[in-house]
C-alpha cells in the first residue's frame, strides 16, 4: 500500500513533463546582420532574408556519411505530414565542407526539403558564421568533423533554443510546432 501512493503523482509528473510547454530564450548567438554567404542558387546573399516563423540552422556537409543525413531525415520526419508547419519553416544548412562544395551541390542535396536553403563561402566567412553560433569544424586525419546541433531562430537570426542532433523526431516535432505559435 506504501508504495500505491506514490503511483498517481509519479505518472502525473510524467505526463506533465511529456507536455510541458518548451521554454525559449533569445540567447546571444545567432547570424549577424553582416554576414553574407553564398546561397545554393549562386547568389551572394545574407541568410537572414531567408527566415520565416520557425528557422532552423544546421551545420553540415553533402558527403557527410553519418550525422548529417540522419539529422535531416529526423527534421523531415517531424515535419512530413504537417504542411502548415513547412509553410512557416525555413532550414539553413551551412556547408562546413568549403574547400569541396558548390551552391550546385546543396542544390542537389536539399531539393527534398522545399523549406530548406543551403549555404557555403569561404573558409573566413563560415569561420565567422560559425562563431556567432559558438560552433565549429576541422579536419582531423583527413576527416571533417562539426557541430551537431540544431539551431532554432527566431525571426530575427537569434537563437532561442538549442536540439541535438540526437534528439528524437518527437522532440523536434514539438519544438517546431511550439516555436510556431
Same mark, same amino acid.
Given at each position: 500500500?506504501?508504495?500505491?501512493?506514490?503511483?498517481?503523482?509519479?505518472?502525473?509528473?510524467?505526463?506533465?513533463?511529456?507536455?510541458?510547454?518548451?521554454?525559449?530564450?533569445?540567447?546571444?548567438?545567432?547570424?549577424?546582420?553582416?554576414?553574407? +554567404?553564398?546561397?545554393?542558387?549562386?547568389?551572394?546573399?545574407?541568410?537572414?532574408?531567408?527566415?520565416?516563423?520557425?528557422?532552423?540552422?544546421?551545420?553540415?556537409?553533402?558527403?557527410?556519411?553519418?550525422?548529417?543525413?540522419?539529422?535531416?531525415?529526423?527534421?523531415?520526419?517531424?515535419?512530413?505530414?504537417?504542411?502548415?508547419? @513547412? @509553410?512557416?519553416?525555413? +532550414?539553413?544548412?551551412?556547408?562546413?565542407?568549403?574547400?569541396?562544395?558548390?551552391?550546385?551541390?546543396?542544390?542537389?542535396? +536539399?531539393?527534398?526539403?522545399?523549406?530548406?536553403?543551403?549555404?557555403?563561402?569561404?573558409?573566413?566567412?563560415?569561420?565567422?558564421?560559425?562563431?556567432?553560433?559558438?560552433?565549429?569544424?576541422?579536419?582531423?586525419?583527413?576527416?571533417?568533423?562539426?557541430?551537431?546541433?540544431?539551431?532554432?531562430?527566431?525571426?530575427?537570426?537569434?537563437?532561442?533554443?538549442?536540439?541535438?542532433?540526437?534528439?528524437?523526431?518527437?522532440?523536434?516535432?514539438?519544438? +517546431?510546432? @511550439?516555436?510556431?505559435?
Amino acid at each position: 500500500m506504501k508504495n500505491r501512493r506514490w503511483a498517481l503523482p509519479l505518472v502525473l509528473l510524467f505526463v506533465a513533463a511529456c507536455n510541458s510547454k518548451l521554454r525559449f530564450q533569445e540567447l546571444p548567438l545567432g547570424l549577424k546582420a553582416d554576414t553574407v +554567404l553564398v546561397s545554393h542558387d549562386g547568389q551572394r546573399t545574407n541568410p537572414k532574408q531567408f527566415l520565416k516563423e520557425v528557422n532552423l540552422l544546421f551545420f553540415g556537409y553533402t558527403r557527410c556519411p553519418d550525422f548529417c543525413p540522419m539529422t535531416l531525415h529526423k527534421i523531415h520526419s517531424a515535419v512530413a505530414n504537417d504542411n502548415e508547419l @513547412q @509553410q512557416k519553416l525555413a +532550414l539553413l544548412f551551412i556547408s562546413v565542407d568549403h574547400a569541396n562544395e558548390k551552391p550546385a551541390d546543396l542544390a542537389t542535396y +536539399l531539393r527534398v526539403f522545399p523549406y530548406a536553403r543551403g549555404f557555403t563561402g569561404s573558409r573566413e566567412e563560415i569561420a565567422a558564421v560559425e562563431k556567432a553560433f559558438g560552433a565549429y569544424s576541422k579536419t582531423e586525419q583527413g576527416k571533417l568533423s562539426h557541430s551537431l546541433y540544431l539551431y532554432l531562430l527566431n525571426r530575427e537570426g537569434k537563437v532561442i533554443y538549442l536540439l541535438r542532433h540526437d534528439d528524437n523526431v518527437a522532440k523536434i516535432r514539438e519544438a +517546431l510546432r @511550439q516555436a510556431a505559435l
